[in-house]
């Protein structure tokens, strides 16, 4: 009898990195796929990206409207309890054997609550991890510990659910599923993204993301504004912005971003969303990606280019050493950046080696969903206990 998978997804970013799972799962002879879309995808705001997932091919089974135009904690907060209502009706409608979800943020929170108490299985995708400056690494954390199956992408990860209780023959390290992309997606090249982007895009430039700080005293408006002033000293290269997320105080750097590409249209492009496949194509060609986004972290290094991080955002997570890290003022974003730009640095990033695994993660994964039963109980596993 076949099992079916429903797969969640609230984000363009998040979308892109169950891409290839998604994939695996429609093909499966034993697994049926659901898909249930939420949050920005479904934003005018944010690029409706939910079109993306329908002309990739899936049949999105359920859409959850839940995203407030608000950006303040309250206004997150409320989008949570709606997204909680809809998720509610629309699991109870799908009633999946297993739902599963990726990282860190309030869609995936609430969608996972739901699910606990409806009694549906949950497997959690990169869970383990630690980012110090966002209140996701809570949500992480809490998701974990309602999740059924762990698919963490590092060992250290896998050490650290353990740390949290859960059963380790439930927890499995098949690393970054993102990193499924540098082996299979094809990518398009300068003059195909010229044309999609409608942008007479040259070499070199730096692709910029950058997402606010939710946990400390790094204020959106003041970091972006520095981050522009540093890309100011690099005038020869042209700059690609894409928007930040819908995580409180998103929305102002939004008006930044836009009025800096207006300054410099022929230098600066700014995107509402590329899709994950424009996006790893602009990140296979960029001359380095500036910001505080997780795909800096993860998926970059593999394509041999540098990273410059921002911040406390993303700090605790493993890291390549194409990364470079510095804190959010223009004098340092702007010697981090020149010396990623620099020849030797480039040229060293090309062979680094990524922590998160292979790329091979979405076929472990499909297997994982197959063979294990997720609704067997395990129990607490409790490390004062060992001998």
Not at 297 to 303: A, G, L, N
Request: aromatic share 6%.
């Amino acid at each position: 009898m076949s099992k079916t998978i429903a797969v969640f997804t609230g984000t363009r970013a998040e979308y892109g990195l169950l891409y290839w799972l998604m994939k695996e799962i429609k093909a499966s002879e034993d697994l049926v796929l659901q898909v249930v879309v939420s949050g920005m995808h479904l934003s005018p705001e944010f690029g409706e990206t939910w079109r993306m997932i329908e002309a990739d091919g899936f049949e999105i089974d359920a859409k959850v409207e839940m995203l407030l135009s608000s950006d303040t904690d309250i206004g997150v907060v409320k989008s949570m309890g709606l997204g909680l209502l809809g998720f509610a009706d629309a699991l109870g409608r799908l009633r999946p054997d297993c739902l599963v979800v990726l990282g860190d943020r309030f869609e995936a929170l609430a969608i996972t609550q739901a699910a606990l108490v409806m009694r549906i299985p949950v497997a959690h995708l990169h869970g383990g991890e630690i980012t110090e400056g966002a209140y996701d690494d809570a949500m992480r954390h809490a998701i974990s510990k309602m999740a059924d199956i762990h698919l963490v992408a590092a060992e250290p990860y896998r050490q650290r659910v353990i740390q949290l209780g859960e059963a380790p023959q439930r927890v499995f390290n098949v690393g970054a599923i993102g990193l499924d992309h540098v082996r299979r997606t094809a990518r398009m090249g300068i003059e195909a993204l010229r044309e999609s982007l409608s942008f007479n895009l040259q070499q070199p430039f730096i692709l910029v993301t950058y997402h606010p700080v939710t946990m400390a005293d790094e204020g959106p408006i003041e970091s972006f504004t520095a981050l522009l002033e540093a890309l100011d000293a690099f005038p020869e290269y042209q700059v690609i912005l894409t928007y930040p997320n819908a995580d409180n105080g998103g929305r102002a750097i939004i008006p930044l971003l836009e009025a800096y590409a207006q300054r410099q249209p022929m230098r600066v492009l700014a995107v509402p969303s590329l899709g994950f496949k424009r996006y790893l194509s602009v990140v296979a060609l960029a001359a380095a990606v500036l910001g505080n986004s997780s795909s800096g972290i993860i998926e970059v290094p593999s394509f041999g280019v540098p990273t410059v991080n921002i911040g406390v955002r993303q700090k605790g997570r493993l890291a390549a050493q194409s990364v470079l890290h510095c804190v959010p003022e223009r004098a340092a974003i702007k010697a981090a950046l020149g010396r990623a730009l620099e020849h030797e640095f480039a040229k060293a990033c090309r062979g680094v080696d990524n922590p998160y695994g292979q790329g091979d993660a979405a076929a472990q994964i499909t297997r994982i969903l197959r063979d294990v039963d997720a609704r067997e109980s395990v129990p607490f596993h409790d490390l004062s206990n060992r001998t």
